[in-house]
């Protein structure tokens, strides 16, 4: 399998843990999304949504969309589970996955903001504030979502939910959001951290990481 993917990308950082925890061997082919590596022409036809990841099968099959690949990725190599087979608990599970996925991450990604600052003449504050103000209105929602008393967001290993979560979080630290209000999603972090395979999956662990001084 080849994944195509960025360093700094939520989206990619949600599967190469997924990946990781199924013990799944995978090549990295690094995205610059910064330098515009995902509209080149070779990467289109690979991918005509012009993001990361994508995930290349053996048979030259893509796959796109984090989610789905997840999904594929549960459905071939079932264990560990991302997701519950109890329909009540896996709903649970999608419903603050999809909340980061679908409510937070697309109103600050990447494309979103270079229009916000194109189109009407956003500052690199007025940027961050409008990211800030979204992560804490949708942590907010995902605080009062989660369960009081598990170790991962809903349970003693992590699923779907804390892969999206952990993502997330490394934005949110990334962009100076206070996360003090919100103590579930910073054990349910803490605890993701401690697991190595998610560890190794963090944006700085990956191969084409720039140097801090350098980083975008």
């Known amino acids: 399998m080849i994944l195509y993917t960025y360093w700094r990308s939520t989206t990619s950082y949600r599967v190469r843990a997924a ?33 990361v990841p994508a995930l290349q ?4 099959t893509v796959l796109t969309q984090s989610l789905a690949i997840i999904d594929y990725l549960d459905a071939t190599h079932p264990d560990p589970p991302m997701l519950s087979g109890d329909p009540a608990h ?13 409510d937070i991450h697309p109103v600050n990604n990447l494309r979103v903001i270079g229009q916000l600052k194109s189109r009407f003449g956003a500052s690199p504050e007025d940027a961050k504030a409008w990211m800030q103000h979204w992560m804490a ?13 598990a170790h991962f967001a809903f349970g003693n290993t992590p699923d779907l939910a804390d892969l999206c ?3 997330q979080l490394y934005n949110a630290h990334r962009r100076g959001v206070d996360l003090t209000p919100y103590p579930k999603l910073r054990r349910i972090e803490a605890a993701c951290l401690a697991v190595p395979e998610i560890a ?9 990481a720039a140097p801090p001084a350098a980083s975008p």
């Open 137 to 149: 209105e949708g942590f907010t929602a995902t605080e009062a979502m989660l369960p009081e008393g």
């Open 165 to 167: 979560i952990v993502a």
């Open 57 to 60: 099968l053996d048979d030259g």
């Open 200 to 208: 190794a999956a963090a944006p700085e662990a990956q191969p084409d």
């Open 90 to 102: 896996r709903c649970r599970q999608l419903a603050v996955a999809l909340g980061i996925a679908t």
């Open 19 to 51: 990946l990781n925890l199924k013990g799944i061997a995978y090549e990295q082919r690094a995205v610059n999304l910064v330098a515009g590596d995902q509209r080149t022409p070779d990467y289109l036809a690979l991918n005509p949504g012009a993001g």
